[in-house]
């Protein structure tokens, strides 16, 4: 008897304390199957140890370790019924609320709260609430409501995905104590998306951001959408940026005369810095208040981890000695951005056997359209421009070897291509980092921007062959990375100049249409400190010499929205007027239309009217009245 008793008793315990932890998805973050990023918790009925040897501080300060795979939690987990033995402190909820990845029955839900008791080791026992009925938290109103905990071990953040019953429809959400009701959370809200076989989806609303940079000035773009009807908001990355903020020499932005430096006020490099870092950037309101108000899609770029990063390395760390930062290497660095990505962001596990890493995705909105999100950054890209091997890849660029997303992501993507075209879905929305068509800056020494597709030629040509032997329709490719914002008709490189296969005054022949916004916050890839008028010559030249760039500007920060519609969608280009103050206004400095069954952008472009900023290339040639001669327009 007693050898089977032994074994049963952990086993009722592990199942009553189990339920509140991996309701808790952070615990498992980022991946569903267990990793060296995630907590065990399906084996933690067998793990628990009592913590009082490791406290929180001396886990946290593991210098280049992350605590993941050291959770100790410090309660029987037997007795942790609905906030039983939970700490029964007071807290707060300084980083307000969120939400992500809405699907037609299901969303993610994010809160993270603070103890008032830093050095407690309980966990907090949260109750959650989804309402129906704005401001109504009655029974009869809850479409969803249970509890989960969190604890210091995954920062406490506590993310949560809630079941609902209906698609197309807005709820609202709210967290608050299991023991103490009036430790409530603000209330958010988010509208689940149409199921997949919605045939009568009349239009989806979407804001699409990039680079937003703390020290270089105000959230202003977050906080003009969250007083906008988007249904939707993407992030393309760099969501937040590794480098101290304070203006000394190794610092990216001096945030000392806004006062947002951000913390830790050092290049971030442990599991603790990352974390600190999203706290800081959280703590903004505008930022906090797109997040309360809407559902986000996002997506990462290098500085979520650091500067012009790739599967490897990035363009100051690797694994070798001279690749360690602080005395952590790359591949340490890595897991540490990630692991608090995925905590702080609401964004759902994505998981495949062994893909520890992936965060690619896709949703189906309705029949109106599919949007995929990339990762050409941190997943399998092969070896970027690092600054000090520049020409090197340069050489390299057109190597057909050589993938930006990996193999098993490229796979991916034409494969939901093709199904998006065979399964109706008329719009084709593919949400990624850089810059995709080739972009000739006019530069002697590097025209071009190897850390954007123009380094991964073979991949680009891999795409653009998929979507035309496909007859892919409708594809629209949105970008960020680049602080400044570019609108193209997608072609192949080696179209530029071929008349009788792209025609730049009415778009024949191109293959879809790429929308690349500029940055919320940081500063232009034309140089920072330009006059208006500076800012607008450079973007005459840059559409004058790139024939299929429709439009160019980089005087100013924003982001853009898209109205996608059954028959066509308009993109929205916004510029904040001025950046260094809060709550500043905004300026639509250009507007876009591509019809559907098109693959271009609709002349005239802009309506035929000037833009607010920037350039806008039929304003400055009219390419049907030239020829190609051999070597140039004329
Ligand atoms: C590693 O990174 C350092 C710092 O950027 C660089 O000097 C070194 O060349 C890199 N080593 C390799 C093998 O990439
Ligand atoms: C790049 O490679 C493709 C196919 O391998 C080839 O057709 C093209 O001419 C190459 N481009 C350059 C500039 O070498
Ligand atoms: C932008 O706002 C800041 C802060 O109010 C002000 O100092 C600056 O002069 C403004 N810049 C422009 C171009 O108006
Ligand atoms: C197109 O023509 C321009 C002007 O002659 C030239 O600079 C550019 O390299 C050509 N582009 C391609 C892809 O051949
Ligand atoms: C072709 O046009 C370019 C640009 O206008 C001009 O510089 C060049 O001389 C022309 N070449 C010939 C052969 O006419």
């Not at 959370?185 to 239009?203: H, I, K, L, Q, Y």
């Not at 020409?391 to 997303?405: G, I, K, P, Q, W």
């Not at 680049?482 to 191109?510: C, F, K, M």
Request: hydrophobic letters at 35%.
């Amino acid at each position: 008897m007693l050898p089977v008793l032994a074994l049963l008793l952990p086993l009722v315990g592990f199942v009553a304390g189990f339920a509140p932890l991996q309701r808790n998805i952070a615990y498992r973050s980022p991946t569903l199957t267990t990793s060296s990023l995630a907590h065990d918790i399906d084996h933690i009925g067998a793990k628990i140890v009592k913590r009082s040897t490791l406290g929180r501080r001396s886990l946290e300060s593991a210098r280049g370790g992350h605590a993941a795979d050291q959770l100790v939690i410090d309660y029987d987990s037997a007795k942790g019924i609905d906030g039983q033995d939970s700490y029964h402190g007071s807290f707060t909820f300084p980083y307000g609320v969120a939400s992500g990845d809405p699907l037609d029955d299901s969303a993610i839900l994010w809160t993270h709260p603070v103890p008032k008791d830093a050095d407690t080791v309980e966990p907090i026992c949260l109750r959650y609430q989804t309402s129906k009925v704005k401001d109504s938290w009655h029974e009869k109103d809850l479409v969803d409501s249970s509890y989960a905990w969190t604890t210091s071990d995954v920062d406490y953040s506590f993310k949560v995905e809630t079941q609902l019953p209906e698609p197309k429809t807005r709820y609202y959400y709210r967290f608050f104590g299991c023991h103490d009701h009036s430790l409530v959370s603000p209330t958010g809200t988010f509208t689940t998306m149409p199921s997949p076989d919605d045939e009568t989806v009349g239009s989806l609303k979407m804001a699409v951001f990039s680079c937003s940079n703390y020290p270089f000035g105000y959230f202003n773009s977050f906080g003009q959408a969250a007083k906008s009807d988007v249904d939707l908001v993407a992030h393309v990355g760099d969501y937040i940026y590794e480098s101290a903020g304070d203006g000394s020499p190794d610092a990216y932005g001096d945030g000392r005369p806004l006062n947002r430096v951000p913390q830790p006020n050092r290049e971030i490099v442990t599991l603790d810095d990352y974390r600190l870092r999203y706290a800081t950037y959280r703590s903004d309101p505008d930022l906090q208040r797109l997040h309360q108000k809407k559902p986000w899609l996002l997506i990462w770029d290098d500085h979520e981890v650091a500067d012009n990063s790739w599967k490897a390395g990035t363009a100051d760390s690797n694994d070798t000695a001279a690749g360690t930062v602080e005395g952590v290497r790359f591949t340490e660095r890595k897991k540490n951005a990630v692991k608090a990505y995925f905590e702080w962001m609401p964004i759902r596990q994505v998981d495949t056997a062994g893909d520890t890493l992936r965060i690619w995705r896709k949703f189906q909105y309705g029949k109106l359209a599919d949007i995929a999100m990339l990762d050409t950054r941190n997943y399998d890209r092969d070896i970027t421009d690092l600054y000090y091997n520049t020409a090197e890849v340069a050489s390299l660029a057109n190597d057909t070897a050589r993938s930006l997303m990996g193999g098993k992501q490229e796979r991916w993507l034409y494969h939901n291509l093709i199904h998006s075209q065979k399964r109706g879905a008329t719009w084709k929305l593919i949400g990624q980092q850089i810059i995709v068509n080739h972009l000739n800056y006019g530069e002697a020494d590097f025209p071009v921007d190897y850390d954007a597709w123009d380094g991964y030629e073979a991949n680009r040509r891999r795409l653009f062959d998929t979507i035309r032997a496909n007859d892919i329709q409708n594809v629209i490719l949105l970008s960020g990375d680049s602080h400044a914002a570019w609108v193209y008709d997608a072609i192949y490189q080696e179209w530029e100049n071929r008349t009788d296969l792209y025609d730049p005054s009415t778009g024949r022949g191109a293959l879809a249409v790429e929308f690349a916004g500029t940055a919320v916050s940081s500063p232009s890839s034309y140089g920072a400190k330009l006059t208006p008028a500076q800012y607008v010559a450079q973007a005459e030249k840059l559409v004058s010499i790139n024939r299929n760039l429709a439009f160019a500007e980089g005087g100013h920060r924003g982001y853009f929205t898209l109205d996608v519609r059954p028959n066509e969608l308009d993109a929205s280009f916004w510029g904040i007027v001025n950046n260094t103050q809060q709550s500043s206004d905004q300026i639509l400095l250009a507007k876009f239309n591509v019809q559907k069954g098109a693959n271009r952008l609709t002349r005239p472009i802009n309506n035929g009217k000037p833009a607010k900023g920037g350039a806008l290339q039929a304003q400055i040639i009219d390419y049907s009245k030239q020829q190609w001669n051999g070597s140039g327009f004329s």
